[in-house]
Each structure stands twice: as structure tokens, then as C-alpha cells.
């Protein structure tokens, strides 16, 4: 089984708006965009993606959809919400059928967490706009996942 965790893109800071409500800001939309190529170099290909509700996160798997060309639309869940374990997202996951590779769009500290507890890593750095690919010779279970690669969002070029 595969897993992928993609960080929101870089969203406004602003103390006019409430968390739920911070949007992408044009720099971050353009990094997600210019990342596009290189999805598609990297041939991902979910079969489910699963999504916070805040709009930076869904606008980030929007444009994540559109940059593969996918068909499968974004499944936005509360569990993935700011605050989210492994154990929410796992719930998420197992409630949309036998998906063999999943991605989850959400935010940090929650994404780094999942993948720091499934692959065993001591500490794993997600910016904005980063993805995480695991591997699993399985079900995804708590340290038995291999990191196959991490891009940051540096490699983007936007």
C-alpha cells in the first residue's frame, strides 16, 4: 500500500481571519502549480484523496487534481481537520473502500506526526506544499512504513 501526505500550500497569516478561513496566498498557489510537472513525472496516481476542510487544504488538493489530471475528486473529512492522528485518518481511509494508494492533504504538526509514527523516523520536516510518499508491504501500521521519498517544495521551481 501506498501513502501519500501533502502540507497545504503557503496560506495568509492575517489576525483578521480565523484559521478556518485562511486561503492560499498567490505564492503558494504558483509553488503547487509549478509542482505539477513533477507529480506527473513521478506517475502518483491515488485512488482516494482525503482532504481537511479548511479552504488552504482543499484548494491545495484542487490544485493538486488538476495538476495530475486526475479523476478522482477530493473527499474532504472533518477527521483530517487541524488536530488529526493517524488514528482519524486511518478511520477516514477505511471508510471509502480497499483504495490501495490514498493521499492525505492536510496540516503540520498532524502529517509530519502520521508519518514519523508509521515509518518509525525520529522527525520528519514538512513545509508548506511538501509531499511524502510511504510504503507499506501491507495495511499501514505503526513503524512499518519505508519513506520512499519526501519533496520539498524547493524543487518546485515557482
Keep these: 500500500?501506498?501513502?501519500?501526505?501533502?502540507?497545504?500550500?503557503?496560506?495568509?497569516?492575517?489576525?483578521?481571519?480565523?484559521?478556518?478561513?485562511?486561503?492560499?496566498?498567490?505564492?503558494?498557489?504558483?509553488?503547487?502549480?509549478?509542482?505539477?510537472?513533477?507529480?506527473r513525472r513521478l506517475n502518483l496516481r491515488p485512488q482516494l484523496i482525503l482532504t481537511s476542510p479548511l479552504i488552504r487544504a482543499v484548494q491545495t488538493a484542487e490544485l493538486f487534481v488538476v495538476g495530475l489530471g486526475s479523476k478522482h475528486a477530493p473527499v474532504v473529512d472533518e477527521r483530517l481537520s487541524p488536530g488529526a492522528d493517524w488514528a482519524a485518518m486511518a478511520q477516514a481511509m477505511a471508510e471509502h473502500g480497499s483504495?490501495?494508494?490514498?493521499?492525505?492533504?492536510?496540516?503540520?504538526?498532524?502529517?509530519?506526526?502520521?508519518?514519523?509514527?508509521?515509518?518509525?523516523?525520529?522527525?520528519?520536516?514538512?513545509?508548506?506544499?511538501s509531499l511524502a510518499c510511504?510504503?507499506?508491504p501491507g495495511t499501514p501500521e505503526p513503524g512499518q512504513g519505508e519513506i520512499a521519498w519526501l519533496l520539498d517544495p524547493d524543487l518546485y521551481g515557482s
Excluded at 503557503?10 to 509553488?31: I, K, N, P, V, W
Excluded at 490501495?100 to 506544499?129: N, T, Y
Aim: charged residues 25%; neutral net charge.
Design 1 to 39: 500500500m501506498i501513502l501519500y501526505f501533502l502540507r497545504h500550500g503557503r496560506a495568509e497569516h492575517t489576525a483578521r481571519l480565523e484559521d478556518g478561513e485562511r486561503r492560499l496566498t498567490d505564492a503558494g498557489e504558483s509553488q503547487l502549480r509549478a509542482a505539477a510537472p513533477l507529480w
Design 99 to 129: 483504495a490501495q494508494r490514498v493521499m492525505f492533504v492536510g496540516h503540520q504538526p498532524d502529517l509530519g506526526s502520521a508519518v514519523e509514527l508509521l515509518s518509525g523516523a525520529s522527525s520528519v520536516r514538512l513545509r508548506p506544499g
Design 134 to 136: 510511504l510504503e507499506f
